[in-house]
């Protein structure tokens, strides 16, 4: 097997499945809670409402931020095929980002709209977890192979929302705690990483615009 | 040791529902522990240490006929940051804290004052169990049946002068059993604090108890308070000393954050956490599907505490 079909066949499917774990994990909870099945990895707690908000939205925040990894691996290791991952890690992310809001807009608001549009309007922390979920449709609707050649280096442009988005994210996960903030200063660091390292690699002077990467 | 109110067991009171669920709970652990050899790591305390039985009758008038929440949500979803900032890390890190031997130092504004062993403060109490509704900040609720005896009677006891105006309530300061005391989450040790006029209020309480039984580590043992009024955090655990003042003591979400903790903390829709609504509330083991129920005025126990603040602006004295 040549390494592009290593990748293709093993390496790519391996990234789906570690990136399905979460969402696996969650459903054999709720399986527990409902009485379906008797054992799960996960209990969801006394409080499972909660406990899958908080699931969905940290491993949201986590994708978002391995997307973001992906140019600095492949800068690093040189191993360009690292790029045809990015397309699977951010739709992931969008993903668990829509089941965080689906949880909260459901589970716990019951879909009272009146109440979910008092939050958005009045809470700064759901104002801006909405403007990122916001910023996420755009670059999920475009991630398609069609779209990329469509819409060229327009692509690359809309696509640094992702930046923006990030950094909304990861002041989202700061606003919402009551106080112990060292989880979220840990994404804040992470976050500063991986900026600083795009700023340091430009500064070298090797710094090659992002490229749309070809259909995979 | 006078005693007016008949002694019945808890167990001949708790409706037969509760005990089977429990039981039920119990074939669930042993489930759950016979799968735990294939990798199974629930966060879920193993079963607590034995803790014995309290004989003690329930106090119909103050409790709520609302059904309790299970002993397991009880016991492995609360905040106590002594143990860690996660609401199942107490019932993990606090598997081996030592409640016993116990002594509470009384000092401040009082005529008795001194250091008293937990059996020199439970010997003269007469034990009852009352069903209280527990609001926390955060937005969530819990029914939970205590045990233990009225505040009041026992800080009469140590006769306050006409300057305590105040009470204060300390927690025990000990990282090397208390290992979230390691981290500076807050000042530590935990500190809060009650006007005299709420500390006397018959509803106001200390708990030794949770479901006829002593109390277990993680829910604040051997000594705890519960202002069922106020928002969670107002009922400090492992108490360690009792101080009267004349100044209203500083508690420790508020040292934290003035603007979103102050030292009334009375339960009320109608003042926001500058972060999130306090309109609703979820009550704990009501499966996924079950809505948000409205938060009421202190709690629900207006008619009895209202007038403990009758002009105060209660949105300046949050
Ligand atoms: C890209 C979008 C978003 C990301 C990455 C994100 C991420 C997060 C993270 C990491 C947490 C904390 C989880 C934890 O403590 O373990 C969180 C909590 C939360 N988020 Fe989001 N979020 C996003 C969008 C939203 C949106 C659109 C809403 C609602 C309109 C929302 C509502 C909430 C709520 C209600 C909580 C829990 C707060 C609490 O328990 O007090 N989030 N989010």
Same mark, same amino acid.
């Given at each position: 097997?040549? $390494?592009?079909?290593?990748?293709?066949?093993?390496?790519?499917?391996?990234?789906?499945?570690?990136?399905?774990?979460?969402?696996?994990?969650?459903?054999?909870?709720?399986?527990?809670? @409902?009485?379906?099945?008797?054992?799960?990895?996960?209990? +969801?707690?006394?409080?499972?409402? $909660?406990? +899958?908000?908080?699931?969905?939205? #940290?491993?949201?925040?986590? +994708?978002?931020?391995?997307?973001?990894?992906?140019?600095?691996?492949?800068?690093? $290791?040189?191993?360009?095929?690292?790029?045809?991952?990015?397309?699977?890690?951010?739709?992931?992310?969008?993903?668990?980002?829509?089941?965080?809001?689906?949880?909260?807009?459901?589970?716990?608001?019951?879909?009272?709209?009146?109440?979910?549009?008092?939050?958005?309007?009045?809470?700064?922390?759901?104002?801006?977890?909405?403007?990122?979920?916001?910023?996420? #449709?755009?670059?999920?609707?475009?991630?398609? $192979?069609?779209?990329?050649?469509?819409?060229?280096?327009?692509?690359?442009?809309?696509?640094?929302?992702?930046?923006?988005?990030?950094?909304?994210?990861?002041?989202?996960?700061?606003? @919402?705690?009551?106080?112990?903030?060292?989880?979220?200063?840990?994404?804040?660091?992470?976050?500063?990483?991986?900026?600083?390292?795009?700023?340091?690699?430009?500064?070298?002077?090797?710094?090659?615009?992002?490229?749309?990467?070809?259909?995979? | 040791?006078?005693?007016?109110?008949?002694?019945?067991?808890?167990?001949?009171?708790?409706?037969?529902?509760?005990?089977?669920?429990?039981?039920?709970?119990?074939?669930?652990?042993?489930?759950?522990?016979?799968?735990?050899?294939?990798?199974?790591?629930?966060?879920?305390?193993?079963?607590?240490?034995?803790?014995?039985?309290?004989?003690?009758?329930?106090?119909?008038?103050?409790?709520?006929?609302?059904?309790?929440?299970?002993?397991?949500?009880?016991?492995?979803?609360?905040?106590?940051?002594?143990?860690?900032?996660?609401?199942?890390?107490?019932?993990?890190?606090?598997?081996? /804290?030592?409640?016993?031997?116990?002594?509470?130092?009384?000092?401040?504004?009082?005529?008795?004052?001194?250091?008293?062993?937990?059996?020199?403060?439970?010997?003269?109490?007469?034990?009852?169990?009352?069903?209280?509704?527990?609001?926390?900040?955060?937005?969530?609720?819990?029914?939970?049946?205590?045990?233990? /005896?009225?505040?009041?009677?026992?800080?009469?006891?140590?006769?306050?002068?006409?300057?305590?105006?105040?009470?204060?309530?300390?927690?025990?300061?000990?990282?090397?059993?208390?290992?979230?005391?390691?981290?500076?989450?807050? !000042?530590?040790?935990?500190?809060?604090?009650?006007?005299?006029?709420?500390?006397?209020?018959?509803?106001? /309480?200390?708990?030794?108890?949770?479901?006829?039984?002593?109390?277990?580590?993680?829910?604040?043992?051997?000594?705890?308070?519960?202002?069922?009024?106020?928002?969670?955090?107002?009922?400090?655990?492992?108490?360690?000393?009792?101080?009267?003042?004349?100044?209203?003591? !500083?508690?420790?979400?508020?040292?934290?954050?003035?603007?979103?903790?102050?030292? /009334?903390?009375?339960?009320?829709?109608?003042?926001?956490?500058?972060?999130?609504?306090?309109?609703?509330?979820?009550?704990?083991?009501?499966?996924?599907?079950?809505?948000?129920?409205?938060?009421?005025?202190?709690?629900?126990?207006?008619?009895?505490?209202?007038?403990?603040?009758?002009?105060?602006?209660?949105?300046?004295?949050?």
């Amino acid at each position: 097997m040549n $390494s592009t079909r290593q990748f293709r066949f093993i390496f790519k499917p391996l990234v789906f499945a570690a990136c399905a774990i979460p969402a696996g994990l969650m459903v054999l909870g709720i399986m527990k809670l @409902q009485g379906i099945t008797e054992f799960a990895p996960m209990d +969801l707690g006394a409080d499972p409402v $909660s406990r +899958l908000i908080h699931a969905c939205g #940290i491993t949201a925040l986590n +994708l978002l931020l391995i997307t973001l990894l992906v140019t600095p691996a492949r800068q690093i $290791s040189g191993w360009n095929n690292l790029i045809r991952l990015r397309r699977m890690l951010g739709l992931f992310a969008f993903f668990y980002a829509v089941m965080h809001f689906t949880c909260y807009a459901w589970l716990d608001q019951g879909l009272d709209l009146a109440a979910i549009g008092a939050d958005i309007v009045k809470r700064p922390y759901i104002t801006i977890g909405m403007a990122a979920l916001l910023m996420l #449709i755009p670059l999920a609707v475009t991630s398609t $192979s069609g779209m990329m050649r469509r819409l060229g280096r327009k692509w690359i442009k809309l696509h640094r929302l992702i930046y923006v988005l990030t950094a909304l994210g990861v002041w989202h996960f700061y606003w @919402q705690v009551k106080k112990d903030i060292r989880e979220p200063l840990l994404y804040v660091a992470m976050f500063a990483v991986l900026m600083a390292w795009r700023i340091g690699w430009r500064f070298k002077g090797k710094f090659v615009p992002a490229r749309v990467p070809e259909k995979t | 040791m006078k005693n007016h109110i008949p002694r019945i067991a808890s167990s001949e009171i708790t409706p037969e529902g509760v005990y089977l669920d429990r039981r039920q709970l119990l074939a669930a652990g042993f489930a759950t522990a016979a799968l735990g050899t294939l990798g199974a790591s629930t966060t879920l305390a193993a079963s607590p240490p034995a803790l014995a039985p309290l004989t003690a009758a329930r106090n119909q008038a103050v409790s709520t006929s609302d059904a309790p929440n299970s002993y397991e949500d009880i016991t492995t979803y609360n905040n106590y940051y002594e143990f860690g900032t996660g609401k199942s890390d107490p019932a993990v890190e606090a598997r081996d /804290f030592k409640p016993t031997p116990w002594s509470v130092t009384v000092d401040g504004e009082a005529d008795v004052k001194g250091k008293f062993t937990l059996e020199d403060i439970l010997k003269p109490q007469v034990l009852e169990e009352r069903v209280y509704r527990l609001r926390c900040v955060e937005a969530w609720s819990m029914v939970i049946p205590w045990t233990g /005896f009225s505040l009041a009677s026992l800080l009469q006891r140590f006769k306050p002068t006409s300057k305590a105006k105040y009470v204060e309530f300390t927690t025990l300061l000990d990282p090397k059993q208390m290992p979230g005391q390691r981290d500076a989450v807050l !000042r530590w040790p935990y500190v809060e604090g009650l006007r005299m006029d709420e500390a006397m209020h018959p509803l106001a /309480f200390m708990a030794v108890g949770l479901y006829g039984k002593t109390l277990p580590n993680q829910s604040g043992a051997p000594l705890r308070l519960v202002v069922p009024w106020k928002y969670g955090f107002k009922n400090i655990k492992a108490i360690v000393r009792i101080r009267f003042t004349e100044q209203q003591p !500083r508690n420790s979400w508020q040292i934290a954050a003035a603007s979103e903790y102050g030292f /009334f903390a009375n339960v009320n829709p109608a003042v926001d956490h500058p972060r999130w609504s306090q309109a609703t509330e979820r009550r704990i083991g009501g499966g996924l599907l079950a809505k948000r129920a409205a938060t009421l005025p202190f709690n629900g126990y207006a008619d009895q505490v209202a007038s403990l603040y009758s002009g105060m602006d209660l949105r300046r004295y949050y």
